[in-house]
């Protein structure tokens, strides 16, 4: 039993929780995503910030190499470039592999400690994305 409560105060703990906050803020975008009819939506936007804060932690507090967090973004950037297909008069896919990356940089700050600036750049970000500039160009013809 003692075995079980030493858990539950050990640092991991702490990590895990760290991973959660990462993923909701990822879900949050990723569900407008999905609303909106994007490719990428709530689960693929969690799992990208969830890998991101968890890589960025075992980083900085278990290997005590900052220099393996900065590969999560040239990841990121090969699924992101996954995503975008040059169409016949336009490019789809750039916001979501856009968003992807900001989602793994917030997932960074969560994994680094920074919540106030994860939280305060994910509605930033939801407040960008929030906006279809599609929507906006076939307004602004009319």
Not at 25 to 41: M, T, V
């Amino acid at each position: 039993m003692d075995l079980i409560i030493n858990d539950f105060n050990s640092p991991q703990v702490y990590f895990i929780g760290r991973v959660f906050l990462a993923i909701a803020l990822g879900a949050i975008l990723g569900f407008q995503r999905e609303r909106s009819g994007k490719p990428a939506g709530l689960r693929t936007y969690g799992l990208v910030t969830a890998g991101s804060a968890l890589v960025t932690i075992l980083a900085l507090e278990v290997f005590n190499n900052p220099t393996v967090a900065g590969q999560i973004l040239t990841g990121i950037g090969f699924l992101g470039a996954g995503l975008i297909f040059r169409r016949e008069d336009h490019i789809d896919g750039l916001t979501t592999a856009a968003g992807l990356w900001m989602s793994a940089t917030i997932g960074m700050a969560v994994g680094a400690r920074l919540y106030l600036v994860a939280v305060v750049v994910t509605v930033a970000i939801l407040f960008l994305l929030m906006f279809d500039d599609r929507k906006l160009r076939s307004s602004q013809r009319q």
